[in-house]
């Protein structure tokens, strides 16, 4: 069994930073793969990002290339999502979610864990 709890979310203003965690319960947590994904008010929830257990694989939607990058502290049993150049299209409930499949997945259905989710929202 995995918990998880994610912080770091808040307003910003578009072009700001923020720095998302993913805390986690469970001594095999480092045997798990995790993600990120997003839901806005009216629309599907969304692949953000992805690490693979070992952190040598990552994954990223195309619209968060080049801004977002994901990374992993085992030792510490957390998950970093780093949002840069954030824009108003990046508000979003943000999810962490934890994955027995070794590679960072995108497929949501392929999560076993999930958490309850952090606001971020992005002000223009």
């Known amino acids: 069994q995995v918990q998880l709890v994610e912080s770091g979310g808040g307003l910003v203003q578009a072009g700001g930073s923020l720095r998302l965690s993913c805390a986690a319960s469970g001594r095999t947590f480092s045997r798990y793969a995790v993600g990120w994904f997003r839901q806005a008010p009216g629309k599907e929830r969304e692949f953000v990002a992805a690490i693979s257990w070992s952190g040598g694989f990552t994954n990223f939607a195309d619209s968060v290339k080049g801004r977002f990058t994901i990374s992993r502290d085992n030792s510490e049993n957390t998950v970093y999502l780093q949002m840069n150049g954030l824009k108003p299209d990046d508000t979003a409930v943000y999810y962490c979610?934890?994955?027995?499949?070794?590679?960072?997945?995108?497929?949501?259905?392929?999560?076993?864990?999930w958490g309850q989710g952090t606001q971020v929202t992005v002000s223009s």
């Open positions: 979610a934890a994955s027995r499949a070794p590679d960072a997945t995108v497929v949501a259905g392929r999560y076993d864990y």
